[in-house]
């Protein structure tokens, strides 16, 4: 359905505005595991904040080029649905620079306990997108052998559930502390969830890409 020969520029653009997501991703785990490191202080990581931004800003620039290159000879559909997959994945990088700048703003950290699990949580979710990245590939040149089987969207989905595993354990682990405050439970578990969003939005792409499978099955 998209030959990757014919199509190769916007093959290029796309691949090239996932990279740009997942330097910001990449960015993130940076942060994150500066914030979860022993005697953690605020003013290290605003540095490192830049870099998550800065990062999320040039992915922000190459998803306009690559919207900019769908004009050509593609179908209203495969149009919509490739500007839909990008703006999705853009909202990842977004969710990155979230997490860092708020954690900044708000001078939080996890409580110690969590540091660990915090960490699972990242280098899960970005396995995930690696996954992300090879099935947007394939839908250039090999759409028929991802519509015949499309077990690498499975395996972004048990990912996700990993994620939502050590995410229910964390909401548990957090609200049985007695040495916090309601509202210090309250701020962790919402950094958490930020952090836990970028997971379920890969899945959500993953979807996407099935859904957009279907549709062109003849």
């Known amino acids: 359905m998209l030959n990757k020969n014919k199509n190769n520029d916007i093959h290029g653009l796309i691949m090239d505005q996932l990279a740009d997501v997942e ?39 190459s998803l306009r080029t690559m919207i900019e290159g769908l004009d050509g000879p593609f179908l209203p559909s495969t149009r919509s649905d490739l500007i839909s997959i990008a703006t ?37 979710t970005k396995k995930q997108f690696e996954l992300l990245k090879s099935a947007v590939s394939q839908l250039f040149g090999k ?7 499309h077990a690498i969207l499975d395996d972004i989905r048990g990912l996700e559930s990993q994620v939502d595993s050590v995410e229910e354990t964390v909401y548990q682990q957090i ?13 962790a578990v919402s950094f958490l969830d930020i952090i836990c969003d970028i997971s379920d939005i890969i899945e959500n792409i993953a979807d996407q890409i099935q859904i957009m499978l279907i549709n062109r099955v003849v």
Not at 90 to 110: G, H, P, S, T, W
Not at 143 to 149: A, E, G, I, V
Not at 177 to 186: D, F, G, P, V
């Open 23 to 61: 330097n910001t991703l990449v960015a993130l785990e940076g942060f994150i595991a500066a914030a979860t490191a022993e005697g953690a202080t605020v003013e290290p990581l605003r540095a490192l904040c830049k870099t998550v931004r800065e990062k999320e800003h040039i992915a922000d620039v």
């Open 88 to 124: 999705s994945c853009d909202k990842i990088a977004n969710k990155c620079e979230d997490v860092a700048k708020l954690m900044v703003y708000q001078r939080f950290f996890f409580p110690a306990d969590c540091n660990a699990s915090i960490l699972e949580i990242v280098d899960i």
């Open 143 to 149: 759409f028929n052998t991802l519509l015949k089987n």
């Open 175 to 187: 609200f049985d502390m007695e040495s916090l405050a309601l509202s210090q439970k309250l701020q």
